[in-house]
Nanobody
Framework: QLQLVESGGGLVRPGGSLRLSCAAS????????MYWVRQAPGKRLEWVSG????????SYIDSVRGRFTISRDNAKNMLYLQMNSLQPDDTALYHC???????????????RGQGTQVTVSS
């Protein structure tokens, strides 16, 4: 059974850092692109960052480029998001998402985990 379990969220002050992790199971992890989305209260789901299946490329939304780094460990079936210089606008529920293919994409009906809350506040 396909499962994605996120962890690593929390409360952090502006300028701080967090590392999100996503443990994947139930599918051949190395065959699929993975990505992170987030949703703040009252706002639409927002694609944040994606990585191709074989670490062949990454992509970021403009607002996080240079601050966030996505990575994956295909041997451990793990996806990560290193978030630095966090800002209050980064506050959201962050979800790990499995794409339908090997390359970066976005579809609101892609399978995603339950999410981990990130709150940036002083």
């Amino acid at each position: 059974q396909l499962q994605l379990v996120e962890s690593g969220g929390g409360l952090v002050r502006p300028g701080g850092s967090l590392r999100l992790s996503c443990a994947a199971s139930g599918f051949t992890f190395s065959d699929y692109s993975m990505y992170w989305v987030r949703q703040a209260p009252g706002k639409r789901l927002e694609w944040v960052s994606g990585i191709n299946a074989l670490n062949s490329g990454t992509s970021y939304i403009d607002s996080v480029r240079g601050r966030f780094t996505i990575s994956r460990d295909n041997a451990k079936n793990m996806l990560y998001l290193q978030m630095n210089s966090l800002q209050p606008d980064d506050t959201a529920l962050y979800h790990c998402v499995k794409a339908k293919g090997a390359y970066i994409s976005f579809s609101e009906d892609d399978y995603r985990g339950q999410g981990t809350q990130v709150t940036v506040s002083s």
